[in-house]
């Protein structure tokens, strides 16, 4: 399908976490979602395992349910949040958009067209020495890859994590089996203007480190 004409850098600095512009009337196709996970399977992951499986969610009521579970997640988050410092090393009014936009969605997941949960397999026992990083490191970059599709064909993601305080509960209303872990919901829309941009991060100086600390 026609995508967004950017560059590859364009790409990696000005895929953002879309909340508040996220369009919830219009359908977004199955097969462009498809197509955007047929690109997220090309990612590295752990011993070529590709223990990874996608959740889809359509379904308006299952859609709704999961809308539930992550608000009831993210009101006591948001408000405790809202209670610590604000500013936490970024800039108040940064801080005060993000909390508004989190909001928005926190109240709206429920309405976006399509839900994306990343899952993993996860083997009864963990072998001697193998840590969760290995893991997480054979699905995150899946799902990364994944948005970044979305963005390049019009679409808007966010990376979202809350509903897992009722990871059981969704399990259960999806039919995952017991050796399932789900690792993020991603919820994908068409968005709403296009001004995406570069954000503000802490300077490269303050965070590199070469060859010692």
Same mark, same amino acid.
């Given at each position: 399908?026609?995508? *967004?004409?950017?560059?590859?850098?364009?790409?990696?600095?000005?895929?953002?976490?879309?909340?508040?512009?996220?369009?919830?009337?219009?359908?977004?196709?199955?097969?462009?979602?498809?197509?955007?996970?047929?690109?997220?399977?090309?990612?590295?992951?752990?011993?070529?395992?590709?223990?990874?499986?996608?959740?889809?969610?359509?379904?308006?009521?299952?859609?709704?349910?999961?809308?539930?579970?992550?608000?009831?997640?993210?009101?006591?988050?948001?408000? &405790?949040?809202?209670?610590?410092?604000?500013?936490?090393?970024?800039?108040?009014?940064?801080?005060?958009?993000? &909390? &508004?936009?989190?909001?928005?969605?926190?109240?709206?997941?429920?309405?976006?067209?399509?839900?994306?949960?990343?899952?993993?397999? *996860?083997?009864?026992?963990?072998?001697?020495?193998?840590?969760?990083?290995?893991?997480?490191?054979?699905? /995150?970059?899946?799902?990364? &890859?994944?948005?970044?599709?979305?963005?390049?064909?019009?679409?808007?993601?966010?990376?979202?994590?809350?509903?897992?305080?009722?990871?059981?509960?969704?399990?259960?209303?999806?039919? /995952?089996?017991?050796?399932?872990?789900?690792?993020?919901?991603?919820?994908?829309?068409?968005?709403?203007?296009?001004?995406?941009?570069?954000?503000?991060?802490?300077?490269?100086?303050?965070?590199?480190?070469?060859?010692?600390?």
């Amino acid at each position: 399908m026609p995508g *967004v004409p950017l560059t590859p850098d364009e790409l990696l600095t000005t895929t953002r976490s879309v909340r508040k512009r996220l369009d919830l009337t219009r359908p977004v196709p199955l097969e462009l979602v498809k197509e955007c996970l047929e690109i997220a399977l090309q990612a590295p992951n752990g011993g070529m395992r590709q223990g990874w499986h996608w959740i889809v969610v359509t379904d308006p009521q299952a859609r709704l349910q999961i809308g539930d579970f992550y608000r009831r997640s993210a009101e006591p988050y948001l408000a &405790s949040a809202a209670a610590a410092d604000p500013n936490r090393g970024a800039d108040r009014g940064v801080m005060a958009r993000v &909390s &508004s936009s989190s909001a928005y969605l926190a109240g709206h997941m429920g309405q976006v067209p399509v839900l994306v949960i990343p899952c993993i397999t *996860v083997r009864p026992a963990w072998p001697a020495g193998e840590t969760q990083a290995g893991l997480w490191g054979s699905l /995150l970059p899946a799902a990364w &890859s994944y948005m970044l599709a979305c963005r390049a064909r019009g679409l808007g993601t966010a990376w979202t994590t809350l509903h897992l305080r009722y990871e059981t509960e969704i399990a259960g209303l999806l039919g /995952l089996p017991g050796d399932i872990r789900q690792g993020a919901l991603i919820p994908t829309a068409y968005y709403t203007g296009d001004t995406f941009r570069p954000a503000a991060r802490r300077p490269l100086a303050d965070v590199l480190h070469v060859d010692h600390w």
